[in-house]
């Protein structure tokens, strides 16, 4: 690969084979000083693999690494903090219990001459660092009572304090509200105003066209190629990840929506949700929006039965029934749940794509006490075959596989319960283009063959492109619900923020 004049980071031909997959084959790679480059591909394209290369946390990699075009040749994640490398990952790896100051220097406290903790300095230390990202917290603040923006933004702070010149973002808003995403991306745009750089990992294009200036793309281990983000078409770099053509615009559904299948009424649970009240037809996705804390993910999960309600009735094909009291409850009503969480909730990870896709429908493939296992097998495989889950076998285990096929075999999971009546929320968070595509057509699917669903996101495209009607919520409570001809991004936020009435 050629060298620009003002080069930072440079990967030739990285090449990293664990037993029987070659995860990266010769990579090439440059990030400038000053920039953000956006590093994208689907799910086991590879980015992972090189993160933990370039942050000291693999090693058995063959390839060179020039930074600043000298060797670096790094085996441990100190050894990158060293040269000027830190991560802020997906899943944050602050102490919750200590304060923010001891977050950011942890391991790195300033002392006196006696050898103890200068905590004045610390804290003028932290106090400055978070002047600079805007950010009005304490340095003597607890961070497990910050929000997970601000607690994100730590994570910045201490790349900062230790001179970071490149700070590797990945997937940064995953957890973000709209808002908490365009502070992040302010303090993105100033930190390389600043001349420090950016490798931003990311499924949301939106953000990725916004803050980046360049786009390389990785796809089944190997270096596809690099674009100018203002030179980029969409649909370009989604073939460059994908291999083919990808088409991830909403289609629309000609499928007609039946009579009302579900529905609650003043559903109540003190301090989290209060007087929640919809319905839910047959063929229908019913979109649910609202800000982080708005109490959609708790009214899911109260609806299934995982929390209690203080009050609240619902009604199941026109029959009344009491809340359910346990997920069996809710299951024995037709109604299943995709949570947000799939790895922690949906899915036990050790456990086989068949045993994960049959637990809740044991008791319909045993006899005598026996499970019939060629049963099973069939109605798995047959899953695994209308779902297009990409996998060697029903006994892989579920931890080896991608995002999106995970989120496939949690969906299996309840059609093979007969459930009908679905809750799917945030059904595309953390998953590639390409397997969100897959969602979309098969969320369209489920609909045009009498399946309901009701879908929680954060993404508005994904409620506003999918949904036949949204329900807005703000502070727990329904700030309104309309049909897909009355929403507009501005009117969705503007209930959303309790701006509108």
């Not at 660092?129 to 994570?155: F, G, H, Y």
């Not at 086989?352 to 006490?369: D, R």
């Not at 508005?460 to 929403?487: C, N, Q, T």
Request: aromatic share 6%; with cysteine.
């Amino acid at each position: 690969m050629k060298t620009v004049a003002n080069t930072l980071l440079q990967l030739n031909d990285i090449t990293k084979e664990f037993p029987g997959v070659l995860a990266l084959s010769k990579v090439q790679l440059d990030i400038r000083e000053g920039e953000v480059l956006a590093l994208v591909g689907e799910n086991g394209a590879g980015k992972s693999t090189l993160i933990k290369i370039l942050t000291g946390a693999l090693d058995g990699w063959s390839g060179e690494i020039l930074w600043k075009g000298k060797p670096l040749d790094v085996h441990h994640p100190w050894e990158a903090q060293q040269a000027g490398i830190s991560t802020i990952y997906q899943e944050l790896t602050l102490c919750p219990a200590l304060s923010v100051a001891e977050n950011v220097f942890l391991g790195r406290e300033p002392r006196r001459a006696n050898g103890l903790i200068d905590w004045a300095k610390m804290n003028r230390m932290t106090r400055e660092t978070l002047a600079r990202l805007k950010v009005d917290v304490p340095p003597t603040a607890q961070v497990a009572s910050l929000t997970v923006a601000n607690q994100q933004l730590i994570e910045i702070a201490r790349a900062l304090t230790m001179n970071a010149q490149l700070i590797i973002m990945d997937e940064p808003t995953s957890s973000l509200s709209e808002h908490e995403v365009a502070t992040l991306m302010g303090i993105i745009k100033d930190l390389r105003a600043e001349g420090v750089s950016i490798l931003y990992i990311s499924h949301k294009f939106e953000e990725i066209f916004e803050v980046s200036d360049r786009i390389s793309v990785l796809r089944d281990g190997e270096y596809i190629g690099t674009m100018d983000t203002k030179d980029a078409e969409l649909d370009e770099v989604l073939s460059m990840m994908v291999g083919r053509t990808v088409n991830i615009r909403f289609q629309k559904r000609t499928n007609e929506i039946g009579e009302v299948v579900f529905s609650v009424n003043n559903l109540t649970a003190a301090g989290v949700f209060e007087n929640i009240s919809f319905d839910l037809r047959q063929g229908e996705i019913l979109g649910i929006s609202g800000l982080v804390g708005a109490g959609r993910t708790e009214m899911a999960r109260a609806i299934f039965g995982i929390d209690r309600v203080d009050s609240g009735e619902m009604t199941v094909y026109g029959s009344p029934c009491r809340i359910p009291r346990s997920p069996k409850e809710a299951l024995k009503l037709g109604i299943g749940f995709l949570p947000e969480d799939r790895k922690d909730q949906g899915l036990v990870l050790m456990m086989s794509i068949q045993s994960n896709v049959t637990m809740p429908s044991l008791a319909k493939n045993k006899q005598n006490f026996t499970i019939k296992f060629k049963q099973e097998e069939k109605l798995v495989d047959g899953y695994v075959e209308k779902l297009s889950i990409k996998t060697p076998s029903i006994e892989q285990l579920a931890q080896n596989l991608s995002g999106g096929n995970q989120q496939k075999v949690v969906i299996a999971k309840w059609l093979a319960s007969q459930s009908k009546i679905l809750i799917f929320d945030e059904p595309t968070r953390g998953i590639d283009v390409g397997a969100k595509a897959e969602i979309y057509e098969l969320m369209n699917e489920l609909v045009a063959q009498g399946y309901s669903i009701i879908m929680i996101s954060s993404e508005l495209p994904e409620v506003m492109g999918m949904s036949d009607r949204v329900m807005i919520m703000h502070e727990g409570k329904v700030a309104g619900i309309f049909s897909k001809d009355e929403i507009t991004p501005e009117s969705v936020m503007g209930y959303a923020t309790g701006m509108s009435s």
